[in-house]
């Protein structure tokens, strides 16, 4: 996910003495996957961030993209700060707090879900707990950079995921870039323990700023 900021976290921000650098993107996914279940009952949606970043590791984004869920439910939008920093060369770290709003849906923006979280990376291998602290459950992902340890000019990884309930999804991630880095163009398989068909392809092209 990219980098959004608010009013008032960038106020903050454009008072320290750190840099600040705006990123986003623009696109179009042929299905929204999200641990393991479409979220796009298979269908193609557009999807979009925008975000902002320090040199000292404070960030804040938000990221969209339509959903359908069969009901009035139009879109997800997702909000997060959090602070990331590497502790050496090999070892990095990322904590934040996210939520997961709604539009169409009877849920109020203060009611919807949240999650804190905490990632730990050594190197091509990451880890991260995600953790729902009204519902008390968490959510356990873990990823692999293969392009990092064979040193291959495109992007490839792994990842797998397990819920409290010991449902697990994995999967594989392929993507490069083109003109400049601008154009971005993904692919994922997703297996899932629950079996869903739609959940399984995913091919995406963006535009990144």
Do not use: C
């Not at 979009?48 to 404070?58: A, I, K, Q, R």
């Not at 439910?73 to 997060?80: G, K, N, Q, R, S």
């Amino acid at each position: 996910m990219k980098k959004l900021a608010f009013a008032t976290v960038l106020g903050l921000m454009s008072s320290t003495a750190y840099a600040v650098e705006f990123d986003g993107s623009a696109g179009v996914s042929s299905n929204y996957v999200w641990r393991g279940a479409t979220q796009s009952d298979g269908k193609p949606v557009l999807q979009g961030s925008f975000g902002v970043s320090t040199e000292g590791g404070l960030y804040a984004n938000a990221w969209g993209s339509q959903v359908d869920y069969g009901d009035d439910t139009t879109a997800e939008i997702d909000v997060a700060v959090g602070f990331a920093n590497d502790i050496n060369e090999v070892v990095s770290y990322d904590v934040g707090y996210i939520k997961y709003a709604y539009t169409g849906d009877d849920i109020s923006f203060k009611d919807d879900v949240a999650e804190v979280y905490g990632t730990l990376s050594l190197g091509p291998v990451s880890g991260t707990i995600f953790r729902d602290m009204d519902n008390e459950t968490s959510y356990y992902a873990g990823s692999v950079a293969i392009s990092d340890i064979l040193g291959i000019p495109f992007d490839a990884g792994v990842f797998a995921g397990r819920n409290d309930n010991s449902d697990m999804d994995a999967g594989i991630t392929l993507g490069n870039s083109f003109i400049d880095d601008k154009i971005n163009v993904s692919y994922s398989w997703t297996w899932s323990e629950t079996d869903v068909n739609d959940s399984s392809h995913s091919v995406g092209i963006f535009y990144t700023f």
